[in-house]
Structure formats: C-alpha cells, structure tokens
C-alpha cells in the first residue's frame, strides 16, 4: 500500500474529495489514504486554517491530493494554497491541459502541458509600497544607478529570475516530457525587453536543452505564444514558463479545453508533490453533491502517473473519457443546458465512472 495523504478542503472540497478517493481505489492502485483537514472549516476548532498536523502528513508521505480550500478573508490568515507550495518548496506547477469528447469547447484534439515556475518572478513577493521610506530609499538608489528615472509616487514589485529557479524547472519540463514520451518543449519569454531577467531564462533554458537532444526544443515571445496557442494550439507539446506568465497562460490552455471543471494541476518540488484542481471551492454549492468531480479526479491521475501507477492511471483516465463522452451520467455544468434535468449529482458521476473501471 502507497500512504497519500488526502485534504478534504472545504466549500465542496470534501465531495469532491469523496468521489476522487472512490474513483482510484476502484483501480485497485493500493492507495491507504491519510485523511487530513484543512480549510475554514477548521479554523474555529483548531485556532488556524492549516493544522501542524496537517503539515506533518503531508512532510511524512511526500504525497498528497487536495481538494480546494478557501482563502479566509479578513483574518489575517495569507492564502494556505500559497503557504504550502512555499513549505514544501514545490517549485513546479504541472498543467495538463487534454481534450476530451463530450466537454464543450470551441477546440478539439488539444493536448498540451503547461509547466509553471512557481517560486519566483514577480510573484515572488517582493514589494515596495509607495510612499513607504525603504520604497523611496530603493527608488533612490535606483535612479542612482539606473538611466530610466522612477517618479517617487511609485509602487516597486521585483522580478527575480534566477540561474538555479530557471534550470531547475527547465530541467524538470525536459524530464517530464522525456517520461511521458512527448516530443517538444518550448520555453516562453520576454527576453527581446527585459534582458537580465527574460534573457538569463531564455539562455538557461537553451543550456539545459542540449542536454535532452532526443527532444526538440523552441522558444516563444510570450505575446507570440498567446496568439499561436489560440490559432494553431497543435503545434505546441509541452510549454515551460516563468511565474507570471505561466500563471495567465494556464488558464488561457485551461479555456481551450473545456474550463475550470476539467482543468487538474500539480505542483511538485523534489521530494514532495500535492496535485489539486485548478478551481477553487465554490462555497456556493457546498454540501449539494452537484459541482463536477472531474477536476479533482483528473488530478488523482496524476498522482497515480507520479507514483508510477501507468496501467491504473490509463485505466482511469479512460473510464473518465467514456462518461464524458457518453454525455448522460455528468453534472449540469457538462450537460449542453445547465437546468438539464437529467443532469446527475457529484458522487453519482463518480458512480459512473467506477462502473466503467469496473467493467474494463
Ligand atoms: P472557484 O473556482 O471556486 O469558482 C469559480 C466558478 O466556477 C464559480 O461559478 C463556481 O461555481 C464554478 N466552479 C468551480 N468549481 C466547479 C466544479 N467543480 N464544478 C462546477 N462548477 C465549478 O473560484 P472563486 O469563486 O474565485 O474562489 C472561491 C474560493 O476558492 C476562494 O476563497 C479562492 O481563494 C479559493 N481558491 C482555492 C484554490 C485552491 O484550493 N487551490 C484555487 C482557486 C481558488
């Protein structure tokens, strides 16, 4: 037995999480499963939204699936999803972005990767409030330095891009395309405008590519690569990015698939992986049994390929495929009007799929 500890989030984590967690033990993976809390939910009871012992489940498997968690608002409590990619140093962030028959979507036959930069970038954290005297004293020093005079009303958000941040992930998309059999990677860019941070990425990521000569590579100006990915999405395999742009562009490959209710995300570091859904909790239909699974158990097969579990993982994935397709036991979001009727409820999707596991 594999242990994985399972977050059962809150708004419709847990559901979600109920029906991902039947859905794989239905492969037969051999997954003993350590349920763990996190979330609002908990806050009253255990004085915080992310328990240490929470923590430690997670730091002792080194694998977990995560249902989605909402960010307390006015507590003075940051965003746990961000706190524990910053814990467990989980620099990747892993989105498969698949067609499949039967999800709407002005696309078809769209298979893409998007690996995400995770610590660094402007997103990095590192900000100057306007007006504050460390920003002004920042601002002077830079126009000391610097031929392009900031005004002193200015807000300072740093972009840092690092030899390590970069190679590290680039490494990571060459090593996950070179195990998943897939043909290309392309890294993603701004380095013709911002040199030292855009170009340090687009020489790294040249570097590491010689590595991989079974894999061919490219690279993309990022505002290129919006307008390509829209207009001939099938030329593109696996996509490397920084933080920021990997961030928008997720969601712009996420929109060419179908949305949020089959887009499933990983972020993995070196010895610690989490693999959650790209959405978030939707407290509006908490506790309905009516929001759609699929997210969630597309994330859950990625887990099952991370822990080496191929056969399993196929198994489920075409299970998955063949409810969707069929069109008949999804929830409303996947019926073509969403007052459908004969839509079904989150675990009765679930129901569905292992039926379809079940039968081979
Ligand atoms: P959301 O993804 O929860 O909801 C956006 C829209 O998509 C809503 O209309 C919702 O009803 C719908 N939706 C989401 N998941 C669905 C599903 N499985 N099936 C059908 N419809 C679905 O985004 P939000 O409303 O901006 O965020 C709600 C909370 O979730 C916030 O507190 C946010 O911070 C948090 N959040 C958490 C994560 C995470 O845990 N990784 C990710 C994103 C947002």
Redesign the pocket.
């Known amino acids: 037995m594999t242990k994985v500890t399972l977050v059962t989030?809150d708004?419709?984590g847990p559901e979600?999480a109920e029906a991902t967690r039947r859905c794989i033990d239905a492969t037969g993976a051999g997954i003993e499963w350590e349920i763990a809390e996190a979330g609002v939910d908990v806050m009253e009871r255990e004085g915080t939204p992310l328990p240490e012992k929470t923590l430690e489940s997670i730091r002792t498997n080194g694998i977990a699936l995560k249902a989605?968690?909402?960010?307390p608002v006015g507590t003075g409590f940051r965003?746990i999803?961000v706190h524990m990619r910053q814990e467990f140093g989980l620099y990747a962030c892993l989105r498969p972005c698949k067609s499949y028959k039967g999800v709407r979507s002005r696309y078809s036959d769209i298979d893409l990767v998007v690996v995400r930069e995770n610590t660094e970038d402007l997103y990095a954290g590192i900000e100057f409030e306007k007006g504050k005297a460390e920003t002004l004293e920042l601002i002077e020093w830079l126009n000391k330095h610097s031929k392009r005079p900031i005004r002193p009303n200015t807000g300072v958000s740093i972009k840092p891009i690092s030899v390590e941040g970069t190679e590290r992930i680039v490494k990571f998309a060459f090593e996950y395309a070179r195990k998943m059999g897939r043909r290309k990677v392309t890294s993603v860019h701004k380095a013709n405008i911002m040199k030292f941070s855009d170009g340090l990425w687009l020489e790294v990521s040249r570097d590491v590519a010689k590595r991989y000569p079974d894999i061919e590579f490219e690279d993309r100006i990022v505002d290129n690569m919006c307008m390509q990915l829209i207009q001939k999405p099938e030329l593109y395999d696996v996509i490397v990015l920084p933080n920021l742009y990997g961030d928008i562009l997720s969601d712009l490959c996420a929109g060419l698939v179908g949305g949020?209710?089959v887009a499933p995300g990983a972020n993995i570091g070196e010895n610690m992986a989490i693999f959650?859904a790209t959405?978030?909790?939707?407290?509006?239909?908490a506790g309905q049994n009516k929001?759609?699974p699929t997210?969630l158990i597309l994330s859950g097969l990625l887990l099952l390929r991370h822990l080496g579990k191929m056969a399993e993982a196929e198994h489920l994935e075409k299970a998955v495929a063949a409810v969707i397709a069929e069109g008949k036991d999804v929830?409303y979001?996947m019926k073509p009007d969403r007052n459908d009727p004969t839509a079904v409820g989150t675990q009765e999707m679930a129901d569905a799929i292992i039926r379809k596991i079940k039968a081979g």
Not at 68 to 71: D, L, Q, S
Not at 279 to 285: E, L, N, R, V
């Open positions: 989030g708004g419709i979600i989605p968690i909402t960010t965003s999803n949020l209710g959650e959405h978030g909790s939707a407290p509006k239909y929001v759609n997210a929830t979001d």
